[in-house]
């Protein structure tokens, strides 16, 4: 079946489904668990280990995935535009392994000052014994070209990032780093590979955390990694396997099920947040929202060029000097659980702490506030969850008037 000229529903649908055998067969790929590969023979295992060692998608042990593993790599990387999808057991590990594969020891890489703040720790931890610098930047302040060096190997993006949403001009800044012959590789986790296409924009690398919107229930952890050619499907892979990174057959088989409903899910997602985004925008209590689809958002222009589409991700500052404030209004939501993570069907609530938005220069632009929450807006009815805001705008000013 040629998916080539298909809507992205359609591929959504279809990609990755299995071949029908006798006339018959699933519709969805079934669950292929296994840790050993057998071989017809002895030729045939060196051909395909040959065949694996240039970079081609063939398994000649279990941990590489078979059927199940094989076919969510496919619908990842036409969901991509990619030449070809690995997969890795969590979205930190899909960044680590990029990092890996493009850089070594004595290279230096910039990174845009608000990506996820984990990469931070990969940097301190990681890659900095083996000698790579790692340069933070603002995309949206600095000039690209004066910061790049004879040893600069690697670009790192993220759009918009995960806290406060900034939008980069990904074509102008991959441009500037090709002209380099800069790697560049964008985190894609914010729009599920759904309302964004790094790839057609001039990135090498898309990576998500298929943990969020692509399994979409809360239940998986798994990252993933697509490229767009054979020379870094090759340098990908063979970090893979030195890595020995596996991912189960289970998850894989949830992963490719939620991916199938993506498009409806983001659908509803976006409706719902950006009801919340334009509830929050009036609200005495706020000082800002932060939410591209905002037409007052500094990145709304390039979001509406870039973007086909919006997730369900709001942050907002509140216009309090108390730094209790975040923690008191969460405590007080009923509708909304408390936790890190976001893209399941259900919303939930974090306070951005003052460590990790000092990393961010854009927060830096927004003198006097003290406390933001990041809100993942789920599937419930908005009118509900707009309703549990006010409750909580209102017992945290009351809470805050007692404790004055």
């Known amino acids: 079946m040629s998916l080539d000229h298909a809507h992205v529903q359609t591929r959504l649908v279809h990609a990755g489904s299995p071949a029908l055998t006798q006339g018959a067969g699933p519709v969805n790929v079934p669950v292929v668990r296994t840790s050993t590969v057998r071989f017809a023979d002895t030729a045939t295992q060196a051909a395909l280990n040959q065949q694996r060692a240039a970079g081609d998608r063939v398994a000649t042990y279990g941990r590489h995935g078979l059927d199940t593993h094989q076919a969510l790599e496919e619908a990842v990387a036409l969901l991509e535009g990619g030449y070809r999808t690995v997969l890795a057991p969590s979205g930190l590990a899909a960044i680590t392994l990029v990092l890996l594969a493009t850089l070594a020891p004595g290279d230096h890489a910039l990174v845009a000052d608000s990506v996820y703040s984990p990469v931070r720790k990969v940097d301190k931890s990681l890659l900095a014994r083996y000698g790579i610098e790692v340069e933070y930047f603002s995309p949206g302040q600095d000039a ?43 985190d894609n986790t914010w729009s599920g590979g759904l309302y964004y296409q790094p790839l057609a924009l001039g990135a090498h690398i ?99 060029r870039d973007f086909s589409g919006a ?14 404030a975040a923690s008191r209004f969460i405590d007080a939501l009923q509708y909304f659980s408390i936790g890190a993570s976001w893209g ?20 830096k632009q927004v003198p006097g506030q003290q406390s933001v929450v990041r809100l993942h807006i789920g599937l419930e009815n908005p009118q509900d969850l707009i309703g549990d805001l006010e409750r909580a705008f209102s017992s945290t000013r009351e809470a805050l008037r007692r404790s004055a």
């Open 206 to 304: 898309s990576i998500q955390a298929a943990t969020k919107y692509l399994a979409g229930h809360s239940d998986v952890m798994m990252g993933v990694v697509t490229v767009d050619s054979a020379e870094l499907a090759q340098r990908i892979g063979a970090t893979y396997d030195a890595l020995g990174l596996s991912v189960g057959a289970d998850d894989a088989y949830l992963t490719l099920r939620g991916l199938r409903t993506l498009d409806v899910r983001l659908a509803r997602h976006q409706v719902n947040a950006l009801a919340v985004a334009q509830y929050l925008a009036t609200h005495p209590d706020v000082s800002r929202v932060f939410h591209p689809a905002l037409p007052d958002d500094p990145g709304h222009a390039l979001w509406r």
């Open 311 to 324: 997730s369900g991700l709001v942050s907002f500052a509140f216009d309090h000097p108390d730094p209790t």
């Open 144 to 186: 690209l070209e004066p910061l790049i060096r004879p040893s600069t190997r690697l670009l790192y993006l993220e759009s918009p990032s995960s806290l406060l949403f900034e939008v980069l001009d990904l074509p102008a800044l991959a441009a500037t780093a090709r002209r380099h012959g800069l790697w560049v590789a964008a």
């Open 344 to 363: 399941g069907y259900e919303s939930l609530a974090l306070e951005a702490g003052p460590q990790r938005l000092a990393e961010h220069s854009l927060w």
